[in-house]
């Protein structure tokens, strides 16, 4: 009896849910933030083909990639996970607006926002990631319209309250002081290795099936 109970406890355990955007056959809700337009769907850019892609309008704000809104919301068990998205250059030197956020997070009260500190490449996928904790590098966002990192590192308990009540996740598609195109594809937001380790057999199996 001791055996059976073990094992109904393991499979009832709940999975960390994690976020994914492959973008395969539409924009999957997606948008963008600030002075971007001609944003679409691309079935011929991607990697694999597949992805969003926009251009800048000028006005002098720095353009995000939107997640939709109703697909967030509370994610507290991916504090420990991480988030990665790959990109292309398409238009643009990519390289003339350093030092801003290429993520920002915003929920529970706060807009959070970190600098990888890579750039995109003109006609080539490279592929970025940031873990989602208090050793990740993140910092407090004091303009949303430009992507402005303050200088004050997130702490654990901010972060964590972005992630459970998250309503904004935002991608950086502009880097170029002009004319500038970008694509996205294959936005994750995963639990860390801890994580998973913490949800039972049952659970980390039912999860690897879905993907």
Do not use: C, H
């Not at 030197?93 to 500190?117: E, F, H, K």
């Amino acid at each position: 009896m001791k055996f059976a109970s073990l094992i109904i406890l393991g499979v009832s355990l709940p999975a960390a849910a994690d976020l994914s955007w492959t973008f395969d056959v539409d924009a999957a809700g997606w948008g963008t933030l600030n002075d971007a337009t001609a944003f679409t769907w691309d079935g011929a850019l991607g990697n694999p083909v597949g992805a969003i892609r926009a251009r800048d309008v000028g006005d002098g704000r720095i353009w995000y990639y939107a997640a939709p809104a109703g697909a967030l919301g509370d994610i507290s068990n991916l504090y420990g996970g991480e988030i990665s998205w790959d990109i292309l250059g398409i238009q643009g030197n990519q390289t003339s607006i350093p030092d801003r956020a290429d993520v920002m997070l915003v929920g529970g009260g706060y807009q959070i926002g970190i600098d990888v500190d890579v750039v995109p490449l003109n006609g080539t996928w490279t592929s970025w990631s940031a873990g989602l904790s208090s050793a990740g590098g993140w910092e407090l966002v004091s303009s949303v319209s430009n992507g402005v990192l303050n200088g004050d590192s997130a702490t654990e308990s901010q972060i964590r309250a972005v992630l459970g009540d998250l309503q904004g996740l935002y991608i950086r598609g502009e880097y170029t002081n002009g004319s500038d195109q970008t694509a996205i594809d294959n936005v994750l937001v995963v639990p860390g290795p801890g994580v998973a380790a913490g949800l039972g057999m049952g659970a980390v199996a039912a999860r690897r099936r879905r993907r």
